[in-house]
């Protein structure tokens, strides 16, 4: 079964960016879909996600401030995330699965702490 690793999290000031990248121990050419989710209170949501068509979907949140890449070739799925605010503050999971189906597979989360 493929693993998801993330890597890429840490602190950053309020107004500076981030990069989180998710690395597969297997091809995810086949996976219909690869995400980036983090927690809320009741659950995690989607931050955005990518078809492996190339279509992407993105949390209201998420517009115009983060860009999901998937690069089949390498097996990774990266999150560039720009104008950090201190609400970004969170856990970040890298997750795989199904089109319209809560994901399958889940990585163990990147932590991400926006703060002065």
């Known amino acids: 079964q493929v693993q998801l690793v993330e890597s890429g999290g840490g602190l950053v000031q309020p107004g500076g960016s981030l990069r989180l990248s998710c690395l597969a121990s297997?091809?995810?050419?086949?996976?219909?879909?690869m995400g980036w989710y983090r927690r809320n209170p009741k659950q995690r949501e989607l931050v955005a996600a990518i078809?492996?068509?190339?279509?992407?979907n993105y949390a209201d949140f998420a517009k115009g401030r983060f860009t999901i890449f998937r690069d089949n070739a390498k097996n990774t799925v990266d999150l560039q995330m720009t104008s950090l605010k201190s609400e970004d503050s969170n856990t970040y999971f890298c997750?795989?699965?199904?089109?319209?189906?809560?994901?399958?597979?889940w990585g163990q989360g990147a932590l991400v702490t926006v703060s002065s």
């Open positions: 997750a795989a699965g199904l089109l319209g189906k809560v994901p399958e597979l």
């Open positions: 297997g091809s995810i050419a086949n996976i219909e879909v």
């Open positions: 078809t492996s068509g190339g279509l992407v």
